[in-house]
């Protein structure tokens, strides 16, 4: 049975390389994907460009894992030597605009749920998602969908990591901050300067240390990244503004992080969103003991993906490196597919009873 799943992902992956699916234009490769899983007696649901479908023996009386990885892609960037659609195999590189990112994690996934979809007796159910708009955050992606799967338990999200766990994922605030002063002429004793209002802001996001600090990835870092002030040279400035990128670690909540911030600073505080949230699974949870048990290593991921809109405990984890992703001439290894199926199926046993 293995065999055949790697033979049909490795076609799968080909024809989803070769439809253009740019995040919100992901309706060809949700269509196949659908098709695909039709192909196999699989009943499947949809809401605009995600696709979902439950394993055969569904119990409500389960608890149910979820299976996600996406199916949109950024769009090739200008260094490509080739077709970023022709999905050619040579060497043992499968090339192609989201082989990588994360066509390999979203094949493997597909398989694995095929493996466990007619198995009767397990102790978990299996949701399989295969979501939009990833690469962009968007609103109408797996964020979507989620009060319509039910209740999870646990998720594993498919983003290249060489099959390594990550066991967190930094969340991302991007706060942008006003300091507000009054205009003058600069060449009298006029107004109240806006940029001296908001250096003393500025300094506090350089030096300031959150008291707790994450074991896996240390401490909440925060970067002051643009700031804007002025209309010319002899106005004293009414108006300061500049963007702080904050990188959340499983610490704190992100809106723990934006209360301490504005309890420390006089300047207006806002948060574009507080969607993007840390997240973690405990080293200790059936599915990272079993990964840990397969010779796989534990760490902490700096990026964000999908998993930051779960509040479930989540592992980020599936075929593929991560320095691949959105490269010129993106590739994955065929081998890495057969990698992915077999480390999935490998983890998942112990954790659901067989």
Known sequence: MIEKLIKESTELLRDLIRIQSFSKEEDRTANLIAQFLGEHGIQTHRKLNNVWAYNKHFDAAKPTILLNSHHDTVK???????????????????????SNDAGGCLVSLIATFLYFYEQEGLKYNFCLAA???EE?????????????????????????TEMHLA???????????????????????EGENA????????????????????????????????????????????????????RVTDA????????IIKQHVSCEVKP?????????????????????????????????????????????????FSGRSHMADEFLYVDEIRQGIEGYIAMLKPVVGL
């Open 76 to 98: 090739p960037n200008s260094g490509y030597t080739r077709d970023p659609y022709d999905a050619a195999i040579e060497d043992g590189k499968l090339f192609g605009l989201g």
């Open 131 to 133: 979501t939009a708009e």
């Open 136 to 160: 962009i955050s968007g609103n109408n992606g797996l964020e979507l969908v989620i009060p319509d799967l039910g209740e999870l338990e646990f998720a594993i999200v498919g983003e290249p």
């Open 167 to 189: 066991i967190a994922e930094k969340g991302l605030l991007v706060i942008d901050c006003t300091a507000h002063g009054k205009a003058g002429h600069a060449a009298r004793e």
């Open 195 to 246: 940029i001296y209002k908001a250096l003393p802001d500025i300094e506090w996001f350089r030096t300031y240390q959150f008291p707790k600090v994450s074991e896996v990835f240390g401490p909440v870092k925060m970067t002051v990244t643009i700031i804007n002030a002025g209309s010319q040279h002899n106005v004293v400035p009414a108006n300061c503004t500049f963007t702080v990128d904050v």
């Open 252 to 259: 704190y909540t992100n809106e723990e992080v934006v209360e």
């Open 272 to 320: 574009r969103s507080v969607r993007l949230k840390p997240s973690s699974i405990d080293k200790n949870h059936p599915i990272v003991v079993s990964g840990i048990a397969l010779g796989k290593n534990t760490y902490g991921s700096p990026t964000t993906s999908d998993q930051a809109l779960l509040s479930i405990p989540s592992l980020k984890c599936g075929p593929g």
